[in-house]
Nanobody, 124 residues
Framework: VQLQASGGGLVQAGGSLRLSCAAS???????MGWFRQAPGKEREFVAG????????LYADSVKGRFTISRDNANHTVYLRMNNLKPEDTATYYC???????????????????WGQGTQVTVSS
């Protein structure tokens, strides 16, 4: 599976962006997630979604502001980001892992495939 993340950009605080992660093949039975990494910091979990889309999980720092969703028919996962803050500035990565149960994965070491990242910069 190859992943292509897009949708990043420069936005003012309080603004919104929608990130997309397009997969080269089918996304059925793949748990998907979004992570981010700021300069000098470790990559951190942002949001994850089960392969059916029925389950999702968010980092406390983005809960209530970000929404993860997926369209398996179009092999794409989205991250809608509202009320962006300067501390959301980072490179955002999408990730995928084949699963045999409808679970959400939230740790970096359990994901098999990663996209190239898309930069999100939030100005104050």
């Amino acid at each position: 599976v190859q992943l292509q993340a897009s949708g990043g950009g420069l936005v003012q605080a309080g603004g919104s962006l929608r990130l997309s992660c397009a997969a080269s093949g089918r996304t059925n039975f793949y748990a998907m997630g979004w992570f981010r990494q700021a300069p000098g910091k470790e990559r951190e979990f942002v949001a994850g979604i089960s392969w059916s889309g029925g389950r999702s999980l968010y980092a406390d720092s983005v809960k209530g502001r970000f929404t993860i969703s997926r369209d398996n028919a179009n092999h794409t996962v989205y991250l809608r980001m509202n009320n962006l803050k300067p501390e959301d500035t980072a490179t955002y990565y999408c990730a995928a892992r084949w699963v045999d149960t409808d679970v959400v994965i939230y740790t970096t070491d359990r994901y098999e495939y990663w996209g190239q990242g898309t930069q999100v910069t939030v100005s104050s």
